[in-house]
């Protein structure tokens, strides 16, 4: 079955620490993205990829990081510069856009962090 | 910039009412318009899209149809049922760019019995 994945579903991070949460797709799809959502927001963008070995600060990127060394990986990390990393996090991918073609995002299940 | 806004919930209704989730809109040229469905703990799935003005997107009885004059695209259902129960979110996604979605804050739906 193609899908996203992303693990682990619940971690725990104590304050000073980074953590990195894992997002894989076997969609082959181009385009890679990292969602935050807070209780009662809608999701905010964090990073994105269109391609292998580059990427893009979205509107919250401050305390992430990212990298896209292969297609199907696009792992994130919280760093200690995160001032409330305490949230759900959710991974999306999609083709990237051309005629004819439908570039819409897919979700993986997501990763809850929470800053004990 | 681009901007989503929802009403505001928790929806409550009986099971076989009638659904209407409120969504406007402000982007600039012509988005595409989602509707996501997330249940408790989950990801989000994509519950219907529609791609330019007039067009309808719908899927398991949900309907919305994307409103050029008014930057609308309201989310309807004629008979809820239990199972429906779960938070709904309006999106738009960039013309150009980056592609990335912007949500609305997402309303919740609860269905009784």
């Known amino acids: 079955d193609g899908g996203i994945t992303q693990s682990p579903k619940y971690l725990f991070r104590k304050e000073g620490q980074n953590v990195t949460l894992s997002c894989e797709q076997n969609l082959n799809h181009d385009a890679m993205y990292w969602y935050r959502q807070d209780p009662g927001q809608g999701l905010r963008l964090i990073y994105y990829s269109q391609i292998v070995n580059d990427f893009q600060k979205g509107d919250i990127a401050e305390g992430y990081s990212v990298s896209r060394e292969k297609k199907e990986s696009f792992p994130l990390t919280v760093t200690s510069a995160q001032k409330n990393p305490t949230a759900f996090y959710l991974c999306?991918?999609?083709?990237?856009?051309?005629?004819?073609?439908?570039?819409?995002?897919?979700f993986g299940p997501g990763t809850r962090l929470t800053v004990l | 910039g681009n901007s989503v806004t929802q009403m505001e919930g928790p929806v409550t209704l009986s099971e076989e009412a009638f659904l209407t989730i409120n969504c406007t809109y402000t982007a600039t040229g012509y988005p595409s318009l989602f509707w996501y469905v997330q249940y408790p703990g989950e990801g989000l799935q994509l519950l219907l899209k529609a791609t330019k003005a007039d067009d309808k997107g719908s899927n398991k009885g949900f309907e919305a149809t994307y409103r050029k004059e008014t930057t609308s695209f309201h989310l309807e259902k004629g008979s809820v049922q239990v199972s429906d129960s779960a938070v709904y979110f309006c999106a738009l996604r960039e013309v150009t760019g980056r592609r990335a979605l912007t949500f609305g804050s997402g309303t919740r739906l609860q269905v009784q019995p």
């Open positions: 999306a991918s999609s083709l990237i856009f051309k005629a004819g073609v439908s570039d819409t995002q897919y």
